[in-house]
């Protein structure tokens, strides 16, 4: 049974850090790209972040850019999302999910994960 597991949510004040980790198992996505969504409260889920098998292609929504990082740890099966600089606006449950049908930053991926909450506070 393929399962990803995301971890590292948590209430921080605005302007902190938090790093967020999504373990996959049932099997290895080395040669998948993965990517990382956001649901805040009452909103659509949206992108924020993917990137290929390889890590040579990363995507970025606007809305993050310059402030997460997405990376990958191919032998541990786990990608990563660093989030610096966090806003109250970046508060939502953030799931991550594997191989996609379509396109990186769209919703169609085979595999989602559970969802970890992130709070942000002013």
């Known amino acids: 049974q393929v399962q990803l597991v995301e971890s590292g949510g948590g209430l921080v004040q605005a302007g902190d850090s938090l790093r967020l980790s999504c373990a996959a198992s049932g099997r290895t996505f080395s040669r998948d790209a993965l990517g990382w969504f956001r649901q805040a409260p009452g909103k659509e889920r949206e992108f924020v972040a993917a990137?290929?098998?390889?890590?040579?292609?990363?995507y970025y929504s606007d809305s993050v850019k310059g402030r997460f990082t997405i990376s990958r740890d191919n032998a541990k099966n786990t990608v990563y999302l660093q989030m610096n600089s966090l806003k109250p606006e970046d508060t939502a449950v953030y799931y991550c999910a594997a191989e996609p049908v379509g396109t990186y930053y769209g919703m169609e991926y085979n595999y989602w994960g559970q969802g970890t909450q992130v709070t942000v506070s002013s």
């Open positions: 990137i290929s098998w390889s890590g040579g292609r990363i």
